[in-house]
């Protein structure tokens, strides 16, 4: 049987090779430690906020509005950069993002006006948006050739990533300046991507075909945008929590239930842990009960979860409901991000993901206005309600997504 859309796995010029296996073992293992990079390096950003809007005079409206730079630049390049996969492939790109990414960390801190700070930022956030599709691009193509549902692992690592880059970002921030700090990043996502870039741009991209199965379409079109959109609608709605969690809890412990600031802060510390554990076991819950299962149970889960957090009469209360969020959340986004990629290859994941990101982008203010309008505790009811909006709608398009993936792996004519 000629090897057509095999893994490579031979050094080229070498005698033999390995085993498939170690070569899907070591892209496994490349592509953990981006999505650890990733969140690293967004985390180490974010712990310098307030130092930067020092350094650059800016007032809270002047701050919001250069911080919508990564938004902008991460929604616009979200939409450009499944073709750039399709083109260059997802590894590629995902080696490029990576170090445009760490160079736009030493940025920042050379701006001195919120104007220069919103320019830069529309560098950085490009360069995440363009990482964060293209990744998971890359780890779509992987679940699919290793069939086994690992994508929860990927999304565990951005966690992990994530909860350190605050951690030593917090520890350093007395110590070491914005400039230092950044620029110290920019040398650690540097050194890492030298490591592990090679191994992406070593191998090809897992073949996403077989002999009965039917390319991803270029384009998004009928049933597969609808169910695309299905895909990324669940996405926001477990996004929207995510930030509507990093932004407001806090400020709910500490201002509603008299919680001392310290004790507030570990709401999210404990919300990101739960959620951390919740994709580290997100594989053995997906191969146990399948993805639609995992769904509706992870948005149950929150939803239950958010009512306790929100409307508790107590700091512990409120804190185990978080707890319970932060477990029903875990693996929604990874998997409705994996299944729009299943559906329709890079295009499928960026489309997911920008409507992803742009639930992150809206729960907080949104979360803002209606806290005015009623009070915090009401308005934090809104990430229960879309929680179990994102179950309703996995349960919904469970026989449609089932369809759609029969025709994909059916003959076609000819065969």
């Known amino acids: ?92 790109v995902t080696v490029a993002s990576a170090v445009l990414l760490s160079l736009s960390m030493a940025l920042p801190p050379l701006t001195h006006s919120a104007l220069a700070l919103g320019l830069v930022l529309l560098v950085f956030g490009a360069a995440y948006g363009g990482i964060n599709v293209a990744m998971n691009s890359a780890a779509v193509d992987l679940v699919r050739t290793m069939r086994r549902p690992v994508m929860p692992g990927f999304h565990a690592a951005f966690s992990l990533g994530g909860m350190l880059g605050a951690g030593l970002g917090g520890l350093v921030a007395g110590g070491l300046s914005p400039t230092v700090h950044l620029l110290a990043l920019t040398g650690i996502g540097l050194l890492v991507t030298a490591v592990a870039g090679p191994v992406l741009l070593r191998h090809r991209a897992p073949a996403a075909r077989t002999p009965t199965a039917s390319p991803a379409p270029r384009r998004l079109e009928g049933r597969t945008r609808r169910l695309v959109v299905l895909f990324g ?147 934090l009811t809104t990430v229960a309600v879309l929680a179990a909006c994102a179950a309703a709608i996995a349960y919904a398009a469970r026989g449609a997504a089932v369809h759609r993936a029969v025709q994909r792996t059916a003959p076609s004519p000819g065969c």
């Open 1 to 92: 049987m000629p090897l057509l859309n095999k893994l490579r796995t031979v050094v080229p010029g070498g005698p033999g090779g390995d085993p498939a296996p170690v070569s899907l073992s070591r892209l496994r293992v490349a592509l953990t430690v981006f999505f650890a990079l990733d969140g690293f390096l967004f985390a180490g950003w974010v712990v310098r906020i307030p130092a930067i809007k020092q350094q650059t005079g800016s007032s809270a409206s002047d701050l919001g509005l250069a911080l919508l730079g990564v938004s902008a630049g991460a929604v616009v390049t979200m939409t450009l950069t499944g073709r750039l996969c399709r083109r260059f492939g997802s590894h590629s």
């Open 233 to 379: 609608v669940i996405a926001l709605c477990t996004a929207y929590g995510e930030g509507a969690m990093a932004d407001w809890s806090a400020l709910h412990l500490e201002q509603d239930l008299n919680a001392h600031p310290g004790l507030a802060a570990a709401g999210y510390s404990l919300f990101a842990l739960t959620m951390t554990v919740g994709r580290l076991s997100g594989t053995a819950m997906l191969e146990r009960f399948g993805q639609t299962r995992t769904l509706v149970l992870g948005g149950a889960t929150a939803a239950a979860g958010m009512l306790i957090g929100a409307l508790g009469s107590s700091v512990w209360v409120a804190l185990a409901g978080f707890a319970v969020a932060g477990l029903g959340l875990a693996n929604i986004f990874p998997v409705a991000v994996g299944r729009a990629g299943e559906l329709a290859g890079p295009g499928g994941v960026a489309a997911a993901s920008t409507l992803g990101y742009g639930g992150m982008l809206l729960g907080p203010p949104a979360i803002g206005f209606l806290a005015d309008w009623f009070s915090l505790p009401v308005a």
